[in-house]
């Protein structure tokens, strides 16, 4: 059974940081593109960082600069650094992994975890 579970949401005032952790189980993590999404109240769910297998990141030009993603294997875990943290980082954030191979596509996400950035 694949499991993607999203930690470290929370409530934090403009400027802050949050550390978002998504632990994975039930596939083999190392072969995944990861990535973490967000969706906003109203809003479509939209990109926000990606990390390949091989440790490749791509950003989108809104968490460029303030945010990192970063994985690791052995804990078959993916983190989302979040800084200098603005009120239209209101969000949940999801996880997600992706497997591309040359016969099918594998697609999971996690539950989800809130994000609040208000004073």
């Known amino acids: 059974q694949v499991q993607l579970v999203e930690s470290g949401g929370g409530l934090v005032q403009p400027g802050g940081s949050l550390r978002l952790s998504c632990s994975a189980s039930?596939?083999?993590?190392?072969?995944?593109?990861m990535g973490w999404y967000r969706q906003a109240p109203g809003k479509q769910r939209e990109l926000v960082a990606a990390?390949?297998?091989?440790?490749?990141?791509s950003y989108t030009q809104a968490a460029k600069g303030r945010f990192t993603i970063s994985r690791d294997n052995a804990k078959n875990t993916v983190y989302l650094q979040m800084d200098s943290l603005k009120p239209e980082d209101t969000a949940v954030y999801y996880c997600?992994?992706?497997?591309?191979?040359?016969?099918?596509?594998?697609?999971?996400w996690g539950q989800g975890t809130q994000v609040t950035v208000s004073s």
């Open positions: 039930g596939i083999g993590f190392r072969a995944y593109d």
């Open positions: 990390i390949t297998g091989g440790g490749s990141t």
């Open positions: 997600n992994a992706v497997y591309i191979g040359s016969a099918y596509k594998r697609d999971y």
